[in-house]
């Protein structure tokens, strides 16, 4: 069984950069694609950014595009969301999920495990 520890969230003011840590403890990830998804207050859980097995390919949320980047070091166990240029509409509990597949889904639903989130709020 695989554990997910997000990190990296706090309160930054709009225009600012946060970087998102997830750390993978139990078992190796290495052969699954992962994805960071967000649930804003009053709002359903939505797909943010996701990453194949190999890292080879990345999909990401039209409202971020530009803007934020998943990257992933097996070797380390751990997956990242470096965001940039930060809106207030980014504010959120930021959860890194990950999925018994190597392809990316966008449905939260899809997604098989989850960390326990890290709040992001963004001040404008």
Do not use: H
Not at 20 to 49: D, H, I, N, Y
Not at 59 to 86: H, P, Q, W
Request: glycine fraction near 14%.
């Amino acid at each position: 069984q695989v554990q997910l520890l997000e990190s990296g969230g706090g309160l930054v003011q709009a225009g600012g950069s946060l970087r998102l840590s997830c750390v993978a403890s139990g078992r190796t990830f290495s052969g699954e694609a992962m994805g960071w998804l967000r649930q804003a207050p009053g709002k359903e859980r939505e797909f943010v950014a996701g990453i194949t097995r190999s890292g080879g390919a990345t999909s990401y949320a039209d409202s971020v595009k530009g803007r934020f980047t998943i990257s992933r070091d097996d070797a380390k166990n751990t997956v990242y969301l470096e965001m940039n240029s930060l809106k207030p509409e980014d504010t959120g509990i930021y959860y890194c999920a990950g999925r018994f597949a190597t392809w990316i889904a966008t449905p939260v639903a899809n997604y098989d495990y989850w960390g326990q989130g890290t709040q992001v709020t963004v001040s404008s």
